[in-house]
C-alpha cells in the first residue's frame, strides 16, 4: 500500500471550506475545478424550473432539459479530457458547510460530525461526469422524437432532468451524506419514470417494487455510512481515506468488515445485484429512453460507483479486504444466472434488462477481485453499448408498436440505420474484439485470473476467484448467445407484425449513430500494454485505489473469451437461423427443467411475494385494519359524537337566546315605529293641536310644580 | 287701573285666535287667527309696560317689533297660500298633508 502510495502522482488537493481544514494546497485545481459546483446544480435547477415553466417555453421543455444535458456533458468532456490526457492529476474538493452533529467518537472524544454540501472533481467523479453527461445528452436528444405526443410530456423531461440531476449530486459527493442525498434524489426520480405510464397498474406496481427493493438495501447504505461516519469522525471520502491510508488498529478498523458488508447490500440494490436485482427487469415498464440512461449511466452504475469510491477501503488488508468474497460471489451469481433468463424472454426490452443486470455482476465482480480500473471500465464502456441498445430496441418498438420479438422479425430491410447500430452495440456487448465491450470484459477476466493466482485473503480465496472466472467465460458465453438471439429474431427472418414498419426519424438514429462510435471506441482508451488513458485517468483520486492492471495483453484470456463469444455467436445464429418458418418454432424449445425455471425468473419473485411480502403484508394488512376500525375510528366517531352532543345547546342558546335579542329588538323598533306613525298625519291642525297640548301642559307643570 | 281687564282681554283674544287656528279650514282665517294670538300677546305687552312703568319702554318696543315680524309674516304667509291655491285650486288646510311624506 505505501509503495504504491509513493509511485501515485502527486496529489493536488484544495480544500475550500472556509479555512475550516488546514489546507493541504498543493495547487489550484483551475477555475473548471473550482466552478463544478454547476455540475450538478444546473440540472437540479433546471429540473425545478422545467416544472414551473416548461408547458409556457416553446419545445416544452425539452429544450430546458436538452440545454442542461449539453452543459454538463461538454463540462464532463473537458473535466474528463483533462483527467484523460492531462499532465497533473487534477483532485479537487470544495466543500459548503452546512451544520455540525454534536456526538462523541468511540474512543471517547466528543467531536462534531460535519454536514458540507460540497463536489469533488477527481479522475472517478469526471469520468462519470463524463458518462452521465454525454450518454444523457444522446438519450435527451433521442427522447425528442420518442416522447413526441406524450400526454405528461413536460413532466417527463422534468423528472428525467431530476434522475440526471441527481445521479450527479451523488457522483460529485465528497462525502456519505451527500451521496446518500444524491441516492435518494435517484431513488425517487427513478420511481417517478418507471411509473410515467401509470394508468396500468402494472407500471405502477413496479414503480412500488423498484422503489421498496432499493429502499431495503439502502438501510444498508445508512447503516454502512452511519458506521463509518461515527468511527472516523467525518463523513468525508478524504478523511475516510486518510484513515485508511494509515494502516490498522483505527476504530474503523474493527468494524470495516461489517461496514464494508452493509455498504455493499446498500450497492447491490441500486446496482441490481442477485438476489436484489428484481426491480430491474420490470422497470422495463417506463419509457424506453428511462431504461436508456437508466440502465446505462445513472442509478445502476451508482452501486459500481459507490464501491469504486469506497476502494481503498474495500482494498485494505487491515480494513473491509476480507469482506471482498462476498462481492465475488454475488458478483458471479449475477453475472450468470439472470443472463440464463435473457435466453427465454420475448419482451426486447426484458432481455437488455437481463443482460443489464449481468453486466453490472461483471463490474462488481471485478470489484471484488480488487480490480477498480477493471469494474469501472466495464461500466464506462457498457454505459455506451447499453444505452445504444436500448434506444435501438427503442427505435423498433417505436416502429413496430410492440415490445414482443415474436412481432418483429427481418426488420433489417426497413430499418438500416437502427440495425446496424444494434448490431455494433450487440457484438460490443458480446465482447467482440476491436469493439469496446471486448477490453473491458478482457481486463476482467484477466483481473479475475491475477486473483485467483495472487488472491490476498485466504487459502479459498484463489479458488473461488478461479471459479469466478470459469464462470464469468461461461458468463461471456451466454451474453453473446442471448445478443445473437434478439438480433436474429428481431432483425432478421420475417416481419410477423402488423403495418409497415419505418425508420425512425433522424432525431433518434442521430443519437444511435453516436452512441455507435462510443460503442466502438470507448474501449481503445485503456488497451493493455498500448494505452493507459482509462487507467491513470480513474486512478487520480484522492488514495490511490492500488488495484491491479494487467501491462499486456493476457492472450490465453483474450483467445478463449473471443473464441466462447464466437461459439456463442454460431451457434445462436445456427438455432435462431433466420429461415422464415422455422425461426419462432425454435425460439419456442423447450429445455424441460430449465426452461420453467427461467421463465419463472428462478421463483425469485415467487418467493419474495410468498415468503417475505404476503406473510408480512397480511399480518400488518389486518393489524392496521383492526387499528383502523377500533382506534381509529373510535376517536373520530367520539369527536363526531361530542361535537354533536354540543352543538345541540349551542344550537339552542343561538337560535333562542342570541336570535331572540335581535329579534325582540327588532320588534321593538317596529313597534315603536308603528305607534309613532300615527301622529305623522301631515295635517297641520293636528300638529298645532299636539304644540298647543304641549304648551298647556308645560304651563300646567310649571303653575303646579314651578312656584 | 286694573291690569286684570286687559290680560282678561289679551286672554279671550288669545282662545279665540287658538280656537280659529285649529277649527278653520281655510288657510287664509287659520292665517288671521294667528294674527288675532299675535294681537292678543301685544296688548299683553303694552299692558304691562304701563303697569310696571318701565322707563325705556320695552313693551311697547317688543309690541311693535311684533307687528312688524307679524306684518312680514302675514306677506310670506298669503304669498304661500296664494301659490298653493294656484296650484291645487283649494286652500284648504286638511288637503295640505303633504308634510307626511
Redesign the interface.
Known sequence: MNSLLAHAAPLLLAAEDGGEHAETVLADGGVLASAAWLIPVVPMVMAFLIVFFGKRSPLKGWGMAVGAMGFVALYGTVLFGQALFGDSAVVYQGAVEIGDIGTTTADGHASLLHLEWGWLVDGLSSMMYFVVGVVGLFVFIYAKSYMKGDIRYTWFFASFTLFAGGMLVLVSAPNLIQLIVGWELVGVASYLLIGHYWEDQENSSAAIKAFLVNKVADVGLFIGAIMIGLSVGSFRFSDIMEVVAGGGGTTLATVAFWAGVALFIGAMGKSAQFPLHVWLPDAMAGPTPVSALMHAATMVTAGVFLIGRMFPFYNSPEYAEEMRWIIVIIGSLTLFLPGLIALVQDDIKKVLAYSTVSQLGYMMVAMGAGAYTAGLFHLFTHAFFKALLFLGAGSVIHAVHSNNMSDMGGLRKYMPWTFWTFLIGSASLAGIFPLAGFWSKDEILASLQYAGENYPVEAGGAALANVALVVAIVGAFVTAFYMTRAVSLTFFGSYKGHGEPLESPKMMTVPLVALAVGAVTAGWLNIPGVTSYFTDAVGKVLVPAGDHHAEAINFAIALSASLVGLLAIGLGYLLWYPDKETQQERDTFRIPVLYPLLVNKYYIDDFYMDVIVRPIRGPIARATDWFNGHVIDAVVNGVGFGTKALAKPIYAFDQRGLDGAINASAAGTAGTGTFLRMFQTGKVQQYAVMIFAGTVLLVAGLIIFGT | MIIMQFLILGAALFSLG?YG???RRNAVL?LLSVELMLAAVNINFVAFDRFLGDELAGGQVFALFIIAIAAAEVGIGLAIILLIYRNRHDAN??D??????
Open positions: 287658538v287656528v285649529l277649527t287659520v288646510v286638511d295640505l298633508d303633504l308634510m307626511k311624506l
